[in-house]
């Protein structure tokens, strides 16, 4: 009789880099020559997405549930800092922007605790949770013209979005290859309350 074990021991073990082709190489010299017209390939995003999945593990504690979600996630295309659709609209209303393991582990929190609830009690408890009063119908119809731009967000400024999470990705490794990562984080939080560039012009 064959036991969970052997089961266990016999099932196929996930592997970052078998997430994109083991031929493909990524056209550095293209890239630093023109990153801003740079066509970005079905592979190099898959490689991208792969390298940015092996920072991640290494960097952040997480259950083996957690990384095989988060690696289903990714295989299926998406980045980790990439939030997946949630059941519940206030786990995207945050700055920064959740990724994929914020929400993942937030719609399994909330599912625990409103459990048997009643949608009334839900709704009063996700009130609480976000700290958000009762809201008045003001505040209701403001909530459904935001929920309603995001829905209708053209595809073409969400690739927009897409290439430059791209460009940041690659940046990164470029950054990582050269050694000089840390002083770049030292650098960004070192002038984390500055003002961005044409931020008022926004």
Known sequence: MKTAKTHRNKRKKSDIHSLYPQDHRFDRQAFE????????????IAYGNAMELERYEMETPMTPSEKRALRRWVASGHSVMEPPPSRYACVHCKTPPPGFLEVYRTDRELDAATKGMSKGEKIRYLQEYTGLPIGSDEERRSREENALLHKE?????????????????????????????????????????????FEDEW
């Open 33 to 44: 020559a023109d990153p801003e017209n740079y066509v970005f390939t079905k592979e190099d």
């Open 153 to 197: 967000t053209p595809d073409k400024a969400k690739e927009t979005i897409q290439k430059l999470r791209r460009e940041l990705c690659y940046t990164w490794m470029f950054l990582m290859e050269e050694g000089l990562f840390q002083d770049a984080e030292e650098f960004v939080k070192s002038r984390m309350d500055e003002p961005t560039p």
